[in-house]
């Protein structure tokens, strides 16, 4: 056996023996209750640092040991699992799987990227990032691409020989320790819409053109949303799904437990998964444009899901009901750093889960204590008895160990109170 192997099993039989801690097997009933709107109604924490920055500095990748670089990004899921186990006491659950993106070509946007050649049919540049921001290009400003784009049928195409491999060294290396499992990127799944149109579009042009060109706004839209969804039919054709009843992320934040009996990925179905959309990019439009350019968009393919969730970083102070009204299958609804707290609870109540954000600069390396335990005393005073709450401590990017566990500290002290 390899050094990379003994490492990968000696880690992956880590995993499996925390998998089984009898608080891990209490929280899953709590997650699949409180997913289900049922039981009683104590929060649940869930410490959720950012893959590009938080886990940088909590698992830095300089001290992990295989030489494969394949097998390195197998180790380094690994050992970020047991580093939350032993390091962050929150209502996280650990399970003997460890789960990766298909590999493969997204062939809408994928935002972000630096390699993307084309989206929706249409040739795209590297974006010209700086050290905290990035132009965004106006590639519909030519009728010849927003003609493109109306003709493009988003697909996802899965490279099978490098899934093959991935699937064959990963398996290996765990030597049955823990189930590896390739899944569908959230790219082809989410029903947002708005990140990827922006990305081509520009912020500035297209807030313009909800004005200017309101009919060129809803026939890219109408596109967007029916090709999307149609998307969700060809995936589940393909048994390219998988059960997201578990502890991987729904929407923007909390664990997917529910109580229904697991199916193998490849037979799971649109009406049983979590589904997700959010519309932050229309943070500052009125509630008639939101409700007439976005949410009937998003709610094409999100209503097909067996349960939705909303919302993002975005406040949704005064689109609630909107979007109750536009989703039967609502369940998750987020609240931002910047929502009003009671406010949402008020108008969310026990209709759907509320997913509350602190503001993750709280706990930069520079510990904000009396402004962190004053929001989380504001939180559990508004929401207290009335709502299924979850606090999901999101986009850390900076934030160090010790300022992490002060803030659980902190929040169980608000939650005891």
């Not at 938080?54 to 390195?72: E, F, I, K, Q, T």
């Not at 050992?79 to 070509?105: M, N, Q, S, Y």
């Not at 444009?289 to 976005?294: G, H, R, V």
Request: charged share 25%.
């Amino acid at each position: 056996m390899s050094n990379d192997h003994t490492t990968i099993k000696q880690l992956a039989g880590q995993v499996n023996a925390l998998s089984r801690r009898e608080d891990f097997a209490h929280k899953r009933v709590r997650w699949a209750e409180h997913n289900e709107l049922v039981g009683d109604k104590s929060p649940l924490l869930w410490i959720c640092p950012d893959e590009d920055g938080g886990w940088r500095n909590l698992v830095p990748p300089g001290r992990l040991v295989c030489a494969d670089p394949d097998l390195r990004l197998l180790e380094w899921q690994l050992r970020k699992l047991i580093f939350h186990a032993e390091h962050l006491d929150d209502d996280f659950v650990v399970e003997p799987t460890v789960r990766f993106d298909i590999p493969g070509e997204y062939t809408g946007y994928l935002y972000g990227s630096q390699t993307q050649r084309s989206a929706w049919g249409i040739e795209i540049t590297p974006l010209a990032v700086g050290s905290q921001a990035y132009h965004l290009p106006n590639y519909l400003a030519s009728e010849e691409n927003r003609e493109r784009l109306l003709r493009h049928e988003v697909d996802f195409i899965p490279d099978e020989e490098r899934w093959a491999l991935l699937r064959r060294k990963f398996t290996e290396a765990a030597d049955g320790e823990v189930d590896i499992r390739f899944t569908v990127p959230y790219s082809a799944l989410v029903q947002s819409l708005l990140i990827e149109l922006v990305h081509l579009y520009g912020l500035q042009e297209l807030m313009m053109d909800l004005i200017d060109e309101p009919e060129r706004i809803h026939a890219i839209m109408a596109h967007l949303s029916a090709s999307k969804a149609r998307l969700l039919g060809s995936l589940e054709a393909r048994r390219l799904l998988f059960d997201n009843r578990v502890n991987v992320y729904t929407g923007s934040g909390g664990l997917g437990y529910t109580r229904a009996e697991p199916v193998a990925d490849a037979d799971a179905r649109i009406s049983q998964m979590w589904g997700f959309a959010d519309a932050q990019e229309f943070s500052n439009v009125s509630l008639s444009m939101f409700e007439e350019f976005a949410l009937p968009y998003q709610a094409r393919g999100l209503s097909r899901f067996g349960m939705a969730c909303y919302g993002c970083c975005e406040p949704l102070d005064d689109k609630f009901e909107s979007i109750f009204r536009a989703l039967p299958n609502l369940r998750r609804l987020s609240v931002s750093p910047w929502s009003d707290i009671r406010r949402a609870a008020d108008a969310i109540g026990d209709r759907a889960i509320y997913s509350w954000k602190p503001n993750p600069a709280y706990v930069s390396p520079d510990f904000h204590e009396e402004e962190a335990a004053a929001r989380l005393g504001a939180w559990r005073a508004a929401t207290r008895d009335r709502c299924f709450t979850e606090v999901i401590l999101k986009d850390l990017r900076t934030s160090t160990l010790d300022s992490l566990q002060r803030y659980i500290q902190l929040y169980k002290a608000a939650v005891s109170e």
